[in-house]
């Protein structure tokens, strides 16, 4: 079946290291985004990317760095510049164009110890 | 800057009645409107998508309704069922096509008790 895959579930962070969390999706879908869950709000936009070899940032993309080398993948890392990277990220992946809704993951979530 | 607001932030029926969830957005120039429901833990799974041009659509006991103009959309669940208990997130999309971003509301917290 086709999908977004996220890996790993759980990931704890010693302070000052940076740590890259995995997207892959087999949908064949064009564009990708990663979200950030805190309690109390909204899904939040770091990074997306609609084709390979771009992307462009979100709302809170201070700290993050993205890549997108392949078309089914699109890594985040979690840099130390990010001062409060516990949460729960999100990856979603889309077909390009309005007429077509997101599909997600089931997420990381990431531990600073 | 759109706004999305969902309220209540949470709900406790009784297993078997209908039941309303309500999304409000402060920006009406969107293209589509999709409901999610994630359980605790969890990512997101989509629920229902209501392009701009449509008034509602269906899936099973699933109905959702968009109101552009009043920038609201309701999602409907009949002979609710404690299954049914989850979180249900409303998102919009942005309005610049392949710029194109999903804003989403706070969640409702949905709570069917047997």
């Known amino acids: 079946d086709g999908g977004i895959t996220q890996s790993p579930k759980y990931l704890f962070r010693k302070e000052g290291q940076n740590v890259t969390l995995s997207c892959e999706q087999n949908?064949?879908?064009?564009?990708m985004y990663w979200y950030r869950q805190d309690p109390g709000q909204g899904l939040r936009l770091i990074y997306y990317s609609q084709i390979v070899n771009d992307f462009q940032k979100g709302d809170i993309a201070e700290g993050y760095s993205v890549s997108r080398e392949k078309k089914e993948s699109f890594p985040l890392t979690v840099t130390s510049a990010q001062k409060n990277p516990t949460a729960f990220y999100l990856c979603?992946?889309?077909?390009?164009?309005?007429?077509?809704?997101?599909?997600f993951g089931s997420g990381t979530r990431l531990t600073v110890v | 800057k759109q706004e999305v607001t969902q309220i209540p932030a949470a709900l406790s029926v009784p297993e078997g009645e209908n039941l309303v969830l309500n999304c409000s957005f402060t920006d009406s120039a969107i293209y589509n409107l999709q409901w999610f429901r994630q359980d605790p833990g969890k990512g997101l799974t989509s629920l229902l998508l209501?392009?701009?041009?449509?008034r509602e659509q269906t899936s099973g006991r699933l109905n959702a309704s968009l109101d552009k103009s009043s920038g609201r959309s309701t999602l409907y669940i009949a002979a609710s069922q404690p299954g049914d208990s989850a979180t249900y997130l409303c998102?919009?999309?942005?309005?610049?096509?392949?710029?194109?971003?999903?804003?989403f509301g706070t969640g409702t917290r949905l709570t069917i008790i047997p």
């Open positions: 949908l064949n879908h064009d564009a």
């Open positions: 979603a992946s889309r077909t390009t164009g309005l007429a077509y809704g997101y599909t």
């Open positions: 998102a919009v999309s942005g309005t610049n096509f392949g710029n194109e971003k999903l804003t």
């Open positions: 209501i392009q701009s041009s449509q």
